[in-house]
Nanobody, 122 residues
């Protein structure tokens, strides 16, 4: 069974930085693509950033220039570096990954992490 475990959320002052991590573990797999979403209270989950298997990245306009998505396939881990945080970034952040399970099978499955709270406040 494959799991995504997020870490790195917390409370930070405006202008501060956080780095979220998303570690995939479990059955033999390979990572095809990863993404980060966030959800504001009472709102639907929205895409923050994604990264493809060829390391092409895409960002929501609201985070361009401040957030950076990356991945380390050797560690089965994805990251979201968040700089210049604003109170409006306060949300629950979710990791999403498309994994090939098992590796080499061309069977792609979508997984979600449990979410991590990011609060930007003075």
């Amino acid at each position: 069974q494959v799991q995504l475990v997020e870490s790195g959320g917390g409370l930070v002052q405006p202008g501060g930085s956080l780095r979220l991590s998303c570690a995939a573990s479990g059955s033999i797999f390979s990572i095809y693509a990863m993404a980060w979403y966030r959800q504001f209270p009472g709102k639907q989950r929205e895409l923050v950033a994604d990264i493809t298997s060829s390391d092409m990245t895409n960002y929501a306009d609201s985070v361009k220039g401040r957030f950076t998505i990356s991945r380390d396939d050797a560690k089965n881990t994805g990251y979201l570096q968040m700089n210049g945080l604003k109170p409006g970034d306060t949300a629950v952040y979710y990791c999403n990954a498309v994994l090939e399970v098992p590796r080499g099978s061309h069977n792609y499955r979508n997984y979600w992490g449990q979410g991590t709270q990011v609060t930007v406040s003075s």
